[in-house]
Antibody, heavy 126, light 107 residues
Framework: QITLKESGPTLVRPTETLTLTCTFSGFSLNTYGVGVGWIRQPPGQALEWLAIIYWDSNKRYSPSLESRLTITKDTSKNQVVLTVTNVDPVDTATYFC??????????????????WGQGALVTVSS | DIQMAQSPSSLSASVGDRVTITCRTGQSIGNYLNWYQQKPGKAPKLLIYGTSKLQSGVPSRFRASGSGTDFSLTISSLQPEDFATYYCQQTYSTLYSFGQGTKLEIK
């Protein structure tokens, strides 16, 4: 049974660094094809893909936020950490972490995000 | 980034209606298109992967099709639990961008 859970501060001051931790169980981030991604959703708005780290330690970032994001993994602790530097009130959002796999259904391989954490609301305010 | 244009942004319908949501991408993505359902305060739920393949446990009233740059999700015979927000997502590029969402409301 795959589960993920986000943790971190609920309130961050502008210009500070936000650090979020995703603690997962039921899979290994050493397994071929597996990744953990971060997605955020400002209140009442759409989902925004932020970053992903793969089993082989490859990382990909949203180009619009790349200079402010860092994603790392600790496979021994089953954790993935996302840092966002120099936060602004527009970074106020629910932050989700999610499991990515390259699903094979007999006809082909499909990258899917199939398990999500419950989300963590982060407010940026002075 | 691959741009995603989802429409309509909102839709009112009644139980039993058939509705269709469309998603257009800025470049061809083959069949690497997924659909999610999100209810208020909850994480998104995967409904469809690979353009038209039903995720395990998803009712057959959800159907999807498309290829290249044009995709659609159809819900036949809406049920009360289907009123939610729906998102398309491409997994062709390494930045798995989402559409802007379609909020499906009860008329």
């Amino acid at each position: 049974q795959i589960t993920l859970k986000e943790s971190g501060p609920t309130l961050v001051r502008p210009t500070e660094t936000l650090t979020l931790t995703c603690t997962f169980s039921g899979f290994s981030l050493n397994t071929y094809g597996v990744g953990v991604g971060w997605i955020r959703q400002p209140p009442g708005q759409a989902l925004e893909w932020l970053a992903i780290i793969y089993w082989d330690s490859n990382k990909r970032y949203s180009p619009s936020l790349e200079s402010r994001l860092t994603i790392t993994k600790d496979t021994s602790k089953n954790q993935v950490v996302l840092t966002v530097t120099n936060v602004d009130p527009v970074d106020t959002a629910t932050y989700f972490c999610a499991h990515r796999t390259n699903f094979y259904d007999g006809s082909g391989h499909y990258p899917i995000i199939d398990y999500w954490g419950q989300g963590a609301l982060v407010t940026v305010s002075s | 980034d691959i741009q995603m244009a989802q429409s309509p942004s909102s839709l009112s319908a009644s139980v039993g209606d058939r509705v269709t949501i469309t998603c257009r991408t800025g470049q061809s993505i083959g069949n690497y298109l997924n659909w999610y359902q999100q209810k208020p305060g909850k994480a998104p739920k995967l409904l469809i992967y690979g353009t038209s393949k039903l995720q395990s446990g998803v009712p057959s009233r959800f159907r999807a099709s498309g290829s290249g740059t044009d995709f659609s999700l159809t819900i036949s015979s809406l049920q009360p639990e289907d009123f939610a927000t729906y998102y398309c997502q491409q997994t062709y590029s390494t930045l798995y961008s989402f559409g802007q969402g379609t909020k499906l409301e009860i008329k």
